[in-house]
């Protein structure tokens, strides 16, 4: 690449992070003034590249005449994306480990966080939890009584439990007091329901792959061995 390249960080959704490094692939430069003033500020106009995932942006700012170190202001990103600082894709990828049930309300929950529809994403993390009680044949008593249901079967840790209450006290304030949640209650919620759905259906199923293998493999030695012994 050619070392002249001009770059700028720009937020960019389809990557998922707060900004990414891109790439100017044309830049034009306007200076703004009142009829028959001087010039007040530069207006950009940029065509730039991801140097991610290679997405075609048009970004605008401005700068000040007299700037006094302040830099560009004023960004807008075309086209524009809900949620474009602070998209999330789902972590949970192997889905069809993860009951139909419990899937849909973890997906249903980062679309309503991605759309920036917080209340409902709060309250999406709290049918997640319900649906993944329902799933494991829980279904009387409140809340707290069918997480500590859980821990008893061994499916939950301690801690895990722990963790559990605090998504409840995040889905109960969403939904019974209308309370909205900041987008970092929303993630740690996620970070929490994604690590349950990992220990109580991604990893057993994965160590029951694995088993599944190892004896596979092992009838196979057997087999081998027994064939060439006769």
């Not at 005449?65 to 990828?93: C, H, L, M, N």
Request: aromatic letters at 8%.
């Amino acid at each position: 690449m050619d070392k002249t390249m001009k770059t700028m960080w720009v937020a960019c959704a389809s990557c998922g992070h707060n900004s990414r490094k891109h790439l100017i692939l044309h830049e034009k430069v306007v200076p703004y003034a009142d009829i028959d003033q001087p010039p007040i500020y530069n207006e950009y106009h940029r065509l730039v590249e991801c140097m991610g995932c290679e997405t075609i942006k048009y970004v605008t700012s401005k700068r000040d005449f007299q700037d006094r170190g302040e830099g560009e202001y004023g960004f807008k990103v075309y086209p524009e994306e809900s949620g474009t600082a602070w998209r999330r894709a789902a972590v949970i990828i192997e889905d069809e480990l993860v009951p139909a049930s419990v899937w849909k309300m973890y997906k249903e929950t980062i679309e309503a966080f991605n759309a920036d529809i917080r209340t409902l994403a709060g309250g999406g993390l709290r049918a997640t939890v319900e649906a993944i009680f329902l799933n494991s044949g829980i279904k009387n008593g409140n809340l707290q009584d069918k997480i500590d249901k859980l821990a008893k079967k061994n499916l939950l840790s301690s801690t895990q439990a722990e963790l559990f209450h605090e998504e409840r006290y995040l889905g109960n304030a969403a939904l019974h007091e209308m309370e909205t949640p900041s987008r970092r209650d929303i993630e740690d919620g996620l970070g929490i329901v994604e690590g349950l759905i990992n220990t109580i259906y991604i990893l057993p199923a994965k160590a029951e792959r694995l088993k599944k293998h190892r004896q596979t493999k092992k009838k196979i030695s057997t087999h081998l061995t027994k064939s060439i012994k006769s």
